[in-house]
Structures are given as C-alpha cells and as structure tokens.
C-alpha cells in the first residue's frame, strides 16, 4: 500500500513539474511569439530580429526598477511620454521610455525605436536595451546616461558653467559623427528628423549621443528626397523646405545641425518661426553678425575667456553653411565632419539661412550698404510678401562641387 502511496505521489509530483515547467515554457513561447508577431507586423522588410528576445522587459520588472514610475525618478517629459530612472536588480541604470498610453504615435514612435535602434550601433548613438508591451503600457528601456540632455547644460543657468570649449567642440564633433554613421555608415540610411538639444545625450565624459528614432525614416540608396504629409518635427530646429513642403532628406538634418551647432557656440535657444514669420531668430542674428564680421561677439560668454577663436569662428562658420536655405548648398554629413577635423578643407562664404528674417535683412543694408548678398535678398523680399523663402536665390554662388559627398 505504501509502495502504490509513494509510485502515485511521485508520479503527482512529476506531471505536476511537467505542468509547470510545460506552462512556463508556453508563457515563454508565447512572450517571445508575442514579440515577433509584433516586430514582424512593425516591419515590412526581411529584418533578422533573433536578438529580440533579450529586449523583451516584463512590467512588472520596470516597475520595481522605477519605484512605480514614482515622480520622483522623472527625468523628463517629452511629446510622447515621460522618461523614468531606474535600476535592474543586477545594479544596473536605465532609462524608460513610458510612451502615452492612448496615443497612436506611440505605438509608431516605439516600431521606429525598436526597428532602427536594434540595429545601429555607434558611439555616437544612445543605446536601447529593450521594451516592454504590456495592454496600454507601451515602454522603452535605454541606456541610463549620467548627465542627461545637453539642452540642460546649454539653456539651464546653472548647467553652462560646466560646459567649456573643449566639451562644446568634443560635443559638436560627436553629432557630427553619429549623424554621419546615421546618414552614409550604417546598415539602413536613416534620417532622424528631431535633430535638437533634448535629444542629444551626455554620457559621463561628456560625449553625445543621439536619441529618440520616434520620427526617424529609412531611406533608400538611391533616394535623394522624399516628401511627407505629415510634418512633425521640432521648430527652431526644422528645415524650411520640411516645414513648408513637407520635403525632407538628409540635407533637413544637416540643417538641424546647423542649428545645433550655432546653439552650442553661442549658448542661445533658436526660437525658429511661428506661422512663417521669423520670431527673434538666432540663425539670422549669426547670419548678420557673421556679415559684420562680429560672429565671435555672440560666443557664449560662459565659455570664459581661454579658447581658440579660430577653431570656434570655424565651428560657426560650418553651423552658417549647415542652415544655409538651399538645401543643395548644405554641406553632407561626410564634408561636415571633414570641414571640422581639417583646417585644409577650404569654407565657402555661407548664403541665406532658411527662414532669413526681412527686418535683420533691412537693418543690415540700411547699415551695410556694400552687402550685395544682403540687397539681393532684401530687394526679393520687397517683391515677394508672401514670403516664399524656398524661391530664393542668392549671387555669389559657391562652387557645387566643394559641397557634394565624397
Ligand atoms: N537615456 C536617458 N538617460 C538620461 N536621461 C534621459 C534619457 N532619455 C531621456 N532623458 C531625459 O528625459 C528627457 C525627455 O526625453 P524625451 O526623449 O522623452 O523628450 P524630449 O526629447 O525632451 O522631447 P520630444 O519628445 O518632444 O522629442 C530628456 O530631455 C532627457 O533630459
């Protein structure tokens, strides 16, 4: 009686582990059949996505490592979310991405994330460890990086005391790199989008790396531009031929860094324009400093007094070129890293900057008289009110063949 006992308690044990270890591996099966269904539906190409199983996070393990998204660990708010510090049991720090729950663009800022981040890889680049589908909970993990955006260091009084020459210009380079990986390097060519200061991360050295795919587009090889009904992106940082025709290409983001460049040196926010009309725009008070030859008066005075004026007058002269308005004027990725690693790379002069403000453009020729650049804009504007930026042209046109890629 005792042997029976024993064989049907055995047995009882065994098909109950069977069963756990059975439903364990179901659950597992089904996590790892939810992911894929869910990446494969994200993307129409042939994308390998075998690692995606390691970027899969339960809920419940972000909530531990967040406090419960406690306010306390907010590190930000952005247009699709907030940003939450957290720490893995292992003692490792992330950031989580918590994308609204009701919003649409999240589900399609998280397939942007996911599909592109997964397969890019660069210095320059932040890095995303993973996501989490939970019902509503959409949610991106990414590498936790110390000293957060650099909108916080330029913007913030208190943060641009730490940021000297040296991080300004390390900072300048490092996008220049990341984008040039992004645009001609990688295995997709990709177009960002939302090129802007908050999207630029610090790590502890102070090296950038560029985040938020959200908007991001893979572009072909053989695309040069291609168009879009719906414009979103960023003022002050998007290009006139993005925002006013919804065209974008690589060219839209080197005009971004343009921006980015100019706000960098200058320690200055470009407001862009509300409804077409330039607000107080930092690119044109540039533009016309660099006119008068004055550009080094608008160096962020924080920077103190111990700089290379030369290297800094170069980085300004490469951000005026970036922001030119005609976007086949601008410099690609490839000649704006090169323009700023080579003193030999000769600078053309820089022509208009998207959105050039009529008023500066007054001032300047009722000043400057001698400014033919200036006068030909001025005279376009008092012939065209309605303001078509885009069909402006400029004499003194530069060489094409200095600006074209390698
Ligand atoms: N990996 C990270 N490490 C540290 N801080 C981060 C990280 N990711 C984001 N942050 C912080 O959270 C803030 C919000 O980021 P998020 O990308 O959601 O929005 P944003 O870039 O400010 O705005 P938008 O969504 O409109 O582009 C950032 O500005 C940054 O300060």
């Not at 270890?21 to 539906?41: A, V």
């Not at 419960?68 to 950031?95: E, H, M, P, R, W």
Request: hydrophobic content about 35%.
């Amino acid at each position: 009686m005792k042997t029976v006992l024993a064989v049907v308690l055995s047995l009882t044990v065994a098909i109950g582990l069977v069963s756990v270890i059975y439903l364990c591996s179901q659950k597992k099966e089904k996590k790892i059949r939810k992911t894929h269904i869910f990446l494969r539906d994200l993307q129409d190409d042939e994308t390998d996505f075998t690692s995606a199983e390691s970027k899969w996070f339960e809920l419940s393990t972000l909530r531990d490592a967040t406090d419960n998204f406690s306010n306390q660990n907010k590190l930000g708010q952005g247009g699709f979310g907030s940003v939450y510090k957290g720490t893995l049991k292992d003692g490792q720090d992330i950031a989580v991405k918590r994308l609204s729950a009701t919003s649409g663009q999240g589900l399609q800022e998280l397939r942007n994330e996911v599909i592109f981040v997964a397969k890019l890889q660069h210095r320059n680049l932040v890095r995303l460890l993973g996501c989490c589908l939970d019902n509503n909970e959409k949610l991106l993990v990414y590498e936790y990086l110390p000293n957060s955006s650099l909108d916080k260091f330029l913007f913030d009084d208190n943060g641009s005391q730490q940021l000297d020459w040296s991080s300004r210009y390390k900072i300048i380079e490092g996008i220049a790199r990341g984008l040039l990986y992004l645009h001609e390097d990688s295995r997709l060519r990709i177009i960002h989008r939302d090129l802007k200061a908050s999207n630029i991360l610090l790590d502890e050295n102070m090296n950038p790396k560029i985040s938020d795919f959200g908007l991001a587009k893979h572009f072909g090889l053989n695309e040069t531009q291609a168009n879009t009904t719906r414009i979103a992106g960023t003022h002050g940082y998007m290009a006139p031929e993005y925002l006013m025709r919804g065209e974008f290409s690589p060219k839209s983001d080197v005009f971004s860094y343009g921006v980015l460049v100019l706000e960098i040196v200058t320690g200055q926010k470009n407001r862009g324009v509300v409804g077409y009309q330039p607000a107080s725009d930092l690119v044109n008070n540039v533009y016309k400093h660099w006119n008068e030859g004055k550009a080094l008066e608008l160096k962020d005075k924080r920077i103190g007094e111990e700089f290379p004026a030369e290297q800094v007058l170069r980085c300004i002269h490469i951000g005026l070129l970036c922001v030119q308005e005609d976007p086949t004027k601008r410099p690609c990725m490839a000649l704006a890293v090169n323009m700023l690693s080579s003193y030999s790379t000769s600078l053309p002069p820089p022509l208009i900057p998207g959105f050039f403000s009529k008023s500066s453009c007054i001032m300047e020729s009722d000043e400057h008289s001698g400014n033919a650049d200036i006068q030909l804009v001025e005279r376009r504007y008092r012939n065209d009110s309605s303001m078509q930026l885009a069909n402006l042209t400029c004499i003194n046109e530069i060489s094409m063949s200095d600006m074209e890629p390698r």
